[in-house]
């Protein structure tokens, strides 16, 4: 079992997994069917900038360089059950904490903490995110939490990472604040994969204005590739 699971986990990167395609996914879960909804979407939440930029990139997307990445809060794929069976030691986590486990990224409300969208350009090894940070993300009045915007950054740079990589995770992530991001405004976070050393990914990006003008951060980051042979804990 765990060996058929180390196997899978290491084609994970040559699969580029993890994602499914657009649309609900579909659970059975205990008798109900679940059906999680793919977050990536707009919804009545998205200000007119984001729904510009989404409708912009699935242009791209038509044209065939950028793919838009699905996104829901719990991931039932097979990828993420290995994980789970190779790396999480069971006396760690009771099974009711686990039942009611999301990604963060995807536990708000809608409109109300991470609302966004990531687009991948695997030819340049690119991943861009358009990211509205809602008012639950609020740091010093009437501006983003630095916390929420090195999540939002870490979550574009390890997608990144792990479009090349596989199952990674962020060992270094270094961010330089230059500008305060207004609250409830549009980001444009671009993720550039720079080197690849061994199971070391360097990762780089920026958080743009819409417009570009401001320049609200940068980051560079290290992920490494998990090795199935290592405990993680
Ligand atoms: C990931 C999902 C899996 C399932 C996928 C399915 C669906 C999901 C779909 C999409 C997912 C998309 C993207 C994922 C998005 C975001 C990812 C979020 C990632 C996180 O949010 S994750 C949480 C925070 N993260 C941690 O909780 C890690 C704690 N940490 C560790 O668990 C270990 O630390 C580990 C495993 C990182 C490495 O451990 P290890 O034993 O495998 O490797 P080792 O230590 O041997 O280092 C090997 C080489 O890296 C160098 N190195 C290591 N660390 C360094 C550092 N800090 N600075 C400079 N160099 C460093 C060494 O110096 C050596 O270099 P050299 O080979 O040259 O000697």
């Known amino acids: 079992m765990l060996r058929s699971c180390a196997a899978r986990l290491r084609t994970l990167g040559a ?14 879960f205990a008798s109900e069917e679940v059906v999680d909804k ?9 200000s007119k900038d984001l729904r510009l930029l989404f409708d912009q990139f699935m242009k ?12 829901y809060k719990r991931s039932s794929t097979q990828n993420f059950k290995d994980f789970r069976t190779h790396y999480v ?9 686990m039942s009611e486990a999301q990604l963060f990224t ?12 990531m687009f991948c350009n695997d030819a340049e090894k690119r991943v861009v995110c358009f990211f509205q940070g809602g008012p639950r993300l609020q740091g010093v009045p009437g501006f983003t939490h630095g916390g929420a915007i090195a999540s939002i950054i870490d979550a574009t740079v390890g997608t990144c990472a792990f479009r090349a990589g596989g199952v990674v995770m962020t060992a270094n992530l270094n961010i330089n604040y230059k500008r305060p991001i207004p609250l409830c405004s549009v ?3 671009d993720g550039q994969l ?4 061994g199971r070391k990914f360097f990762v780089s990006c ?12 940068e980051a560079t980051s290290l992920f490494i590739a998990l090795d199935p042979n290592k405990k993680l804990t």
């Open 60 to 71: 791209k997307c038509e044209e065939g360089s950028w793919k838009r990445l699905p996104s």
């Open 106 to 117: 995807r536990s708000f409300e809608d409109g109300l903490g991470f609302e966004y969208v």
């Open 89 to 97: 030691d069971p006396k760690l986590l009771k099974e009711e904490q």
């Open 187 to 189: 980001v444009v976070i």
């Open 15 to 28: 699969s580029r997994g993890g994602a499914r395609g657009p649309g609900a996914a579909r659970r059975s």
């Open 38 to 46: 793919d977050c990536a979407l707009p919804n009545p939440s998205w």
């Open 206 to 217: 920026s958080v743009r204005s819409v417009s570009e003008e401001t320049l609200y951060s």
């Open 194 to 197: 720079d080197r690849v050393e």
